[in-house]
């Protein structure tokens, strides 16, 4: 599958200043990269190839694959929340009261 570089996912360009890929695991996985969001610097990951995209005729011929997530037809990027990686935060708090 032809998959978007995700140092070219630069989308929404009014909130995305800089795009540091540490991450790319191809085209069964995800890209994870230190994004300037807003000013701040952030973590985002994405899918580099959304799993509609594996059955379509087109992007199977090598019309490029947009991922997921997506924005009015652009590949974009989910930042994942600051709590995420703080063990002691009320969001893990309630993860693992869950589990």
Request: one cysteine or more.
């Amino acid at each position: 599958m032809n998959y978007k570089d995700p140092k070219k996912v630069l989308s929404p360009k009014d909130a995305i200043s800089k795009v540091d890929v540490i991450y790319d695991g191809g085209e069964n996985s995800i890209s994870i990269a230190k994004i300037i969001w807003n000013g701040e610097e952030v973590i985002g990951m994405r899918w580099n190839v959304a799993m509609r995209e594996w059955h379509n005729k087109e992007k199977i011929a090598g019309k490029q694959c947009l991922g997921m997530p997506t924005s009015s037809g652009h590949s974009v990027w989910f930042v994942v929340p600051n709590d995420f990686f703080d063990r002691n935060s009320d969001l893990w708090k309630e993860i693992e009261s869950k589990l």
